[in-house]
Every structure is written in C-alpha cells, then in structure tokens.
C-alpha cells in the first residue's frame, strides 16, 4: 500500500491499557489437534446460540462457524449460502430462494463442501434438509430449523446450530481480534471498512455495467474473509474460484482462474490487495475476466490500468484493503 493512501486513512487510538477476564464454560475435547488441550470461555461480546442437534461444538466447529458467520452476515437481508472449511471460505452464493443458493454454493466446490460447515441467512425447512442431509457437514448454522428438518439428521453426525443473535446484528459483537505472540500481545480492532461512493473508483475507460458491480461487491465481501494473498473469481452471484494463503498475489490469480476454469469467461474477479505487477491483469485478460475490483493506491497504478484499458477489462479501485494473516 502506497504511502499516500496509508496517511488518507483515519485510525482510533486504541487504549493504553486491556484488561480481559474470561470465565470458563466447559472444557472441550481437544484444540485444533488431539495433543492441545483447550477450553471455551464467556466474552462480553458473545452472540447467543443453541446447539439443536449433534454433539457439543470442538474447537475446529467454533473456528468455522464463526467465519461462516461473518460471511453470510454480509448479506443478512438476502438468500445466502455460505461454506468454511479450515477457517477459509471454500463456497459462498445468493439465490431467488434459499435451495437456489444452496444449490450454487455445492456446485463451488464440490470436493472441499466434505466436512464443511455451512451457514445461510435464513430458516432452514424440511425441503432444504433433504438437500443438506445428503452431504456429509460437521456444522449447519442457521437463524432456524424447521421441526420436521431436524429429524433428517438423526442417524447423522452433523451439528444443527441456531444463531439467536439476528445476522443484521452481528457485526456488533466483532470488537477487536487478539493474537498472542512470543513477542507480545497484539490487538487490533476488528476489520470493518466498507465499500462507499467515496471508495469506489472506475479507473478504466470501460466502465462496468450494474450486473458486473453486484458481481464485484459480492466478490468484494468474501475475498475480505479470505486469508491473504486472496482472489475470488465471481459470477452471477456465486464465488467460482477462490484462492487464498498465497505467498504472492499473481499465483492466486492463476489458481482461483484455473477453480473457475471455463466459467471465468466473463466473470469478475476481485483481490484483496493491489495489483503490484501487470502479470495479474494478463492473467485475468487470458481467463477472460470482464471486470476487476482491487485496492489500487500502489505506484504501478497507472501501468496497472492502462493494461486493462488495453484487454478491456473494466477497474473498480477502492482505496480499501483487506489483507487477513
């Protein structure tokens, strides 16, 4: 990020002085692996939930649940359908109806959805079960179960979680993320820049067309979940190629193309810094990528785009970036 677009930015000062008290709620079986021993304790900022079917939450169930959250927080208000594996986005879509959704999101990734954890926006009725109970879940979240969808998973290990906390509200409860280091303890507040008109700048001759901006903002919102170097490929409302970890930006350009394969042909793509090298819009130009969403703000900016002036390829640029370690 270039100098100039890091003094535009306005920070809070966080306080001189933290201090956290957890209370324990019960031990849980082990950490991310048997050998770690590990616990689940109270925060002030705790959503409210119930487990409706399945064993108690491990450590891993936590660890998913709560990206799959986040995700489909961001679109709380429609029908979404979002899937983690290891902490990562691996599918994310919106549908007319929640089945619709659901339906886009298993056809994302069809190999990783095995062992997955899933969250959508809405209830989850019995036709929906029928669906869900034929893939092998550790977790299903969701505001809602109907009764007669609970009973589907009877003779499944699936865990059925409802969310009381209304999705519209769960960013409230992401205050800060800590990390614990040799060095010491870091804490940050929570990542919750968002798109505005302010941040949204066409810089391409091209200028995208108003399906080609839901696509971008939509990609917008998960590859902000993913864990950096990121890339979502995106089309009609459904994430067709997400690459995320990446040591470097234009390796996760080319494997998030080659997840989406033929369906790239004009799809958006979205990253989740800037482009430091016109090697990722050639790649995005030979994947046959219509339109690009990135942080722009670095000193190849203007090579950057003409680039994409070149290939037609139109550019949102916003300022924003959203890099997750």
């Avoid at 969310?163 to 940050?188: A, H, R, W």
């Avoid at 919750?192 to 067309?209: A, G, Q």
Wanted: aromatic letters at 8%.
């Amino acid at each position: 990020m270039s100098e100039e677009l890091e003094n535009n930015l306005e920070r809070e000062t966080l306080s001189n002085n933290f201090t956290f008290v957890f209370d324990k709620i019960r031990d849980l079986k082990y950490g991310e692996n048997p050998s770690q021993s590990a616990a689940l304790y109270t925060n002030d900022s705790a959503v409210d939930y119930e487990v409706m079917f399945g064993k108690e939450l491990s450590y891993n169930n936590i660890l998913d649940i709560s990206v799959a959250a986040k995700i489909s927080s961001e679109f709380y208000d429609v029908n979404c359908a979002a899937i983690v594996k290891h902490s990562s986005p691996c599918a994310v879509a919106l549908g007319k109806t929640l089945k619709e959704a659901c339906e886009k999101a298993l056809d994302c990734d069809p190999i990783s959805v095995f062992g997955s954890s899933i969250a959508f926006t809405k209830t989850v009725d019995t036709e929906m079960s029928k669906l869900l109970s034929q893939v092998n879940f550790e977790c299903i979240l969701a505001p809602g179960f109907e009764a007669d969808a609970l009973n589907l998973f009877k003779n499944k290990t699936t865990k059925l979680v409802k969310l009381n906390t209304p999705l519209k509200d769960f960013k409230k409860y992401l205050s800060c993320e800590i990390e614990v280091t040799p060095f010491g303890t870091l804490i940050q507040e929570n990542n919750s820049r968002e798109l505005t008109k302010d941040s949204f700048n066409i810089v391409t001759k091209l200028k995208p067309t108003t399906e080609q901006i839901e696509d971008m903002v939509f990609a917008w919102k998960i590859v902000k979940h993913a864990k950096t170097s990121a890339i979502v490929v995106a089309k009609d409302f459904k994430a067709i190629g997400i690459a995320q970890g990446m040591t470097n930006r234009i390796d996760a350009v080319e494997t998030a193309l080659n997840r989406a394969c033929d369906s790239s042909k004009d799809a958006v793509l979205a990253s989740d810094g800037a482009f430091l090298s016109v090697d990722n819009v050639l790649a995005a130009a030979q994947g046959r990528i219509k339109a690009i969403i990135q942080t722009g703000g670095d000193k190849k900016d203007k090579e950057i785009i003409a680039c994409a002036n070149k290939y037609e390829i139109t550019m949102i640029m916003t300022g924003i970036r959203h890099f997750k370690h």
